[in-house]
């Protein structure tokens, strides 16, 4: 099987999904996901039992699964995609540095902003 390049951007629910279900089908990919968080995985239904003191803050985050062939990419952001040479390029948002990841097939899982009725 051909060694696909996946770059997955954003890794809430949609991307952890997605990066699974790439690695499902095609088991020697070579994902790379760019999250602009700190932390890789983060657990929102979690918030009302830290608010509560039944859970720590700190147990609502973890790290990555450590998967061969599976890079993220935390406190990165997508700045720009070049569909034509199909690359993608991030910016560190602590660092300032900048790479190019190429791909196969890119994956967009950025999430979305809830829609807050007004009066």
């Given amino acids: 099987m051909k060694e696909t390049k996946i770059v997955v951007i ?3 629910t949609a991307g952890i999904t997605a990066v699974g279900y790439a690695k499902r089908t095609n088991r020697v990919a070579e994902i790379h996901v760019i999250e602009t968080r700190d932390y890789a995985i983060y657990h929102p239904c979690s918030i009302p039992d830290a608010v509560a003191g039944l859970l720590s803050w700190d147990n609502m985050v973890e790290e990555a ?3 061969t ?3 993220i990419h935390l406190n990165c952001r997508a700045e720009e995609i070049d ?3 199909k690359k993608v390029k991030t910016r560190n948002l602590k660092t300032g540095e ?3 990841l190429d791909y196969d ?3 967009i ?4 902003i809830p829609l807050v ?3």
Wanted: net charge positive; charged share 30%.
């Fill in 10 to 12: 954003g890794y809430g």
């Fill in 65 to 67: 699964p450590k998967m």
């Fill in 69 to 71: 062939k599976f890079n």
């Fill in 83 to 85: 569909v034509d040479d």
């Fill in 98 to 100: 900048t790479i190019s």
């Fill in 105 to 107: 097939k890119l994956i």
């Fill in 109 to 112: 899982a950025t999430g979305s």
């Fill in 117 to 119: 009725p007004r009066r």
